[in-house]
């Protein structure tokens, strides 16, 4: 036989039910308190990060502007310097400094390539030239030639 649940049972239940309730909410009042305390540790942690190095924008904007090769040489030795400043932690921009190095290698690889090449050949003209002045040009032997046999 199915036992009918009395009106002491109801009301026990009643009571199990509202009780686990008040658990759950106290149990997901202490995770919000939990939480909360997190967030405050994050975000008092992220205000005591170390400052960002404005150097590193400088010289990230100077490997990027190229000003006749002359901002790509400031960026890089700026950039150099950066990195040493912020590999100690005081200082944060480490990885802007380092962007800011592979850039300024890239923008000025071509410009050197391209000025070696044009000194390769200007000094290429040069030995032309020298050894054009030091041989005699065969119309002038041919003259030569032709007033000696007269």
């Known amino acids: 036989m199915k036992a009918v649940p009395s009106a002491n049972t109801a009301s026990l ?3 199990l039910n509202s009780s686990g309730a008040e658990a759950e909410h106290d149990l997901a009042r202490t995770k919000l308190a939990h939480l909360s305390q997190l967030g405050a540790k994050t975000r008092s942690a992220s205000l005591q990060s170390p400052p960002f190095s404005g150097r590193a924008i400088a010289g990230f904007l100077f490997s990027v502007l ?4 002359l901002g790509s040489i400031v960026g890089l030795a700026m950039s150099v310097e950066v990195m040493k400043e912020t590999s100690s932690g005081r200082r944060a921009g480490h990885g802007l400094a380092v962007a800011a190095l ?4 890239l923008v000025l690889l071509p410009g050197i390539l391209i000025f070696i090449s044009i000194l390769h050949v200007r000094q290429q ?3 032309e030239l020298a050894s054009i002045s030091r041989e005699p040009n065969s119309l002038d032997r041919r003259r030569h030639l032709g007033s000696r046999r007269s």
């Open 13 to 15: 239940s009643e009571r």
């Open 66 to 69: 190229w000003l006749g090769g």
């Open 102 to 105: 592979i850039i300024s290698i």
């Open 125 to 127: 003209q040069a030995d």
